[in-house]
T-cell receptor, first 114, second 113 residues
Framework: DAGITQSPRYKITETGRQVTLMCHQT?????MFWYRQDLGHGLRLIYY???????DKGEVPDGYVVSRSKTENFPLTLESATRSQTSVYFC?????????????FGQGTRLTVV | AQSVTQPDIHITVSEGASLELRCNYS??????LFWYVQSPGQGLQLLLK??????LVQGIKGFEAEFKRSQSSFNLRKPSVHWSDAAEYFC???????????FGAGTTVTVRA
């Protein structure tokens, strides 16, 4: 199916464990983003990528790692999960036109760290 | 730095009544503005966007928004709300030299019968 897919949709993990959230898009969009959504904060940018092998930190990158070896995939890894990383995570993608365009969002991953 | 403020955390409106959601932005260059809607358990869907031109923009689901540069605002409106409009609404800003979006904290809309 065309679009942007996140997996898993729900995840419970223990403090200190490493966990990877997957994101796959079929549009060949250059730009991809990871946001976290928390009550009272809206969506905050964690990391973003302009192309394969090009990534950069967003507003709240601490405790997260990303990679982008292929254009279509943009996994987000929590190296050692903490309770403060309990959140809903959204992946998004957009076309490359040198400026911001419409971002298309995945369904989100609800992560609980216990 | 760019930022978005949505002053209303929660709004309750009767079905059939009008709705207005406020959005104020801060951006150093020409802003590109967006409204997204998030239904419970879902991702975000674009309602409308403003890049340039006519300051009143029409979107999907009967929504419209007006860009007012002098007030740094981009308020969202709907003349007659339906129960299916109950959702969370996010305003976002980007720009001509930036491909990232910054989001507001969101406004939750409850529709009562």
């Amino acid at each position: 199916d065309a679009g942007i897919t996140q997996s898993p949709r729900y995840k419970i993990t223990e403090t200190g464990r490493q966990v990877t959230l997957m994101c796959h898009q079929t549009w060949s969009h250059s730009y991809m983003f990871w946001y976290r959504q928390d009550l009272g904060h809206g969506l905050r940018l964690i990391y973003y990528s302009a192309a394969a092998d090009i990534t950069d930190k967003g507003e709240v990158p601490d405790g997260y790692v990303v990679s982008r070896s292929k254009t279509e995939n943009f996994p987000l890894t929590l190296e050692s999960a903490t309770r403060s990383q309990t959140s809903v995570y959204f992946c998004a993608s957009s076309e490359s036109q040198g400026y911001v365009t419409e971002a298309f969002f995945g369904q989100g991953t609800r992560l609980t760290v216990v | 730095a760019q930022s978005v403020t949505q002053p209303d955390i929660h709004i309750t409106v009767s079905e059939g009544a009008s709705l207005e959601l406020r959005c104020n932005y801060s951006y150093g260059a020409t802003p590109y503005l967006f409204w997204y809607v998030q239904s419970p358990g879902q991702g975000l869907q674009l309602l409308l966007k403003y890049f340039s031109g006519d300051t009143l923009v029409q979107g999907i689901k009967g929504f419209e928004a007006e860009f007012k540069r002098s007030q740094s605002s981009f308020n969202l409106r709907k003349p007659s709300v339906h129960w299916s409009d109950a959702a969370e609404y996010f305003c976002a800003v980007g720009g001509s030299n930036d491909y990232k979006l910054s989001f507001g904290a969101g406004t939750t809309v409850t529709v009562r019968a």
